[in-house]
């Protein structure tokens, strides 16, 4: 069964920094391009970044050089830094595998709440 556990959200002011975490299991995660998605109440879900099973990254342009995304395969873990926080950077924040993701079970997980605010 594929399962996606995010972590490493929370309440942070303007100009902050958090440090999302995934854990990813019931798939063989090394072989797998992985993504970070975002979602606010009344909007889609928003892809944030993506990373390649060769660790190619690609970024939305609104978080291009303010988040980094990365994976350590031998820990099936995939993370997020995000620097210079803004409030717009604001939502729930999910991983997953692309491919999943527009499957037919997109197994999505609980996500993590970021809340930018002063």
């Known amino acids: 069964q594929v399962k996606f556990v995010e972590s490493g959200g929370g309440l942070v002011q303007p100009g902050g920094s958090l440090r999302l975490s995934c854990a990813a299991s019931?798939?063989?995660?090394?072989?797998?391009?992985m993504a970070w998605y975002r979602q606010v109440p009344g909007k889609q879900r928003e892809l944030v970044a993506t990373i390649t099973f060769g660790d190619d990254t690609n970024y939305a342009d609104s978080v291009k050089g303010r988040f980094t995304i990365s994976r350590v395969n031998t820990e099936n873990t995939l993370y997020l830094q995000m620097n210079s926080l803004r409030s717009e950077d604001t939502a729930v924040y999910y991983c997953?595998?692309?491919?999943?993701?527009?499957?037919?079970?997109?197994?999505w997980g609980q996500g993590t709440q970021v809340t930018v605010s002063s």
């Open positions: 019931g798939i063989m995660f090394e072989g797998y391009n």
């Open positions: 997953n595998a692309p491919t999943i993701a527009s499957s037919g079970d997109p197994s």
